[in-house]
């Protein structure tokens, strides 16, 4: 009893902390980031690079960052990106140039390069067999800090000047590490396998975990403490299928959501004038996620993670279809949003946790981290597919090509399944 007390602890802390640091990011991101690049004089390209840069950091960094938490321990590595969350901030009054804003971003998008692949395997490692709804309560914390951050961003630019806003975010900050003080450092296993679920035999077993059973735990363990062995280690992770199906999954969510988040609202401002009807699509879209994640990782825990990820592109596809309807009439904002962040929400804990049931246990954060990369390459890649599209096939047809290949997305995973029987 006391045992699982302590993981429900860890669980509060670990989200706790992750709301803080990442509310305060997000106060910093639209519109207070776009607000200081104009004062600065940034064209359209400078300002579309300095938005962009922090995910491009992100993308690089996240596999070192995961293999560094696998062998040095997570709590090391939380410290550091808060360090980075609470102190960048006061650094943003020193700024005078767009360049200059471009290297800070790129310093401050370390931050989440080292949040991401590390909470995610922290919060793996709290309770085998229930990753689902560890994955769904602590999608809480950053699911919030998307609808919350925007909105203390604005109201703080109604009072201050962004440099001030970014002295607001540093305090605010510096309140992560409180958290971080209560956290313990998991405890991992020296031996290779895989962590013990029921969902991992009968959904995929990989040659690689299949061979690395052979292995003596006494021969693993020496084989451990080389440092070369580590990284091969955990490069072999890469053959992992689960890897790419998690990860693609996840990516071929957020290609399309991300897409969406830049064309739909430009679409209805330019055409209906109402910047209300725009900001309540997406905020209908994140509060419906963020509620389904939270309680939909129960249902796969019972059931099994890829049917949360091939279900949750279903909605997801059905959605994206439906976004141009989206403004012909009052009822088409939330039901179009609702499927669209149902379809997230199923894909969100689904997707970690399938990761953590078929990985390798100490390659865990390089495991997560790798899918992180996949994840940032989409968010990056959405918009600029989405903008090709519609430049050839106008704004509804693209959608619907969206729409259905987002849908189709589920064939090659199901191969890749299929193949991996």
Known sequence: M????????????????????????????????????????????????????????????????????????????????????????????????????????????????????????????????????????????????????????????????????????GFMSILGFMPLIFLSEQRRSNTNDIYSSYQTSSILQTDEHSKSKNLSTKEYTKKENNKLTKIIISLTELRNKSIWIAGGSESLGLMATYGAKVFVPLHLIVTQNNIFTAATFIAMQHATQMVISAFSGRLWDKTAYIYGICLGITFLGIGINLIPLVGSSAISIPITAIIIGIGMGFIQPSASSYIATNVNRNSLGFSIGFSGTLKNMSKILGPIFLGILITYFGYANSLHILGIATILGIIPILFVLKIAK
């Open 2 to 169: 006391k045992h699982v007390s302590k993981q429900h602890i860890n669980l509060g802390n670990i989200t706790s902390a992750d709301l803080i640091v990442r509310t305060g990011y997000q106060i910093g991101k639209a519109p207070v980031l776009t607000m200081m690049a104009a004062q600065l004089n940034a064209n359209e390209v400078i300002l579309a690079l300095i938005v962009s840069i922090s995910t491009i950091s992100g993308m690089i960094l996240k596999p070192f960052i995961g293999f560094l938490s696998d062998n040095l321990g997570r709590k090391l590595w939380l410290f550091v990106g808060t360090v980075i969350f609470a102190g960048v901030p006061f650094l943003y009054g020193f700024i005078e140039t767009p360049t200059q804003l471009i290297g800070i971003r790129i310093f401050h998008g370390v931050a989440t390069a080292i949040y991401g692949p590390v909470t995610l395997a922290y919060v793996a490692e709290i309770k085998y067999n229930r990753f689902g709804r560890n994955f769904g309560i602590f999608s809480l914390a950053r699911n919030s800090s998307y609808i919350i951050g925007p909105l203390i961003g604005g109201w703080l630019l109604l009072n201050y000047d962004p440099v001030h806003a970014y002295t607001v975010i």
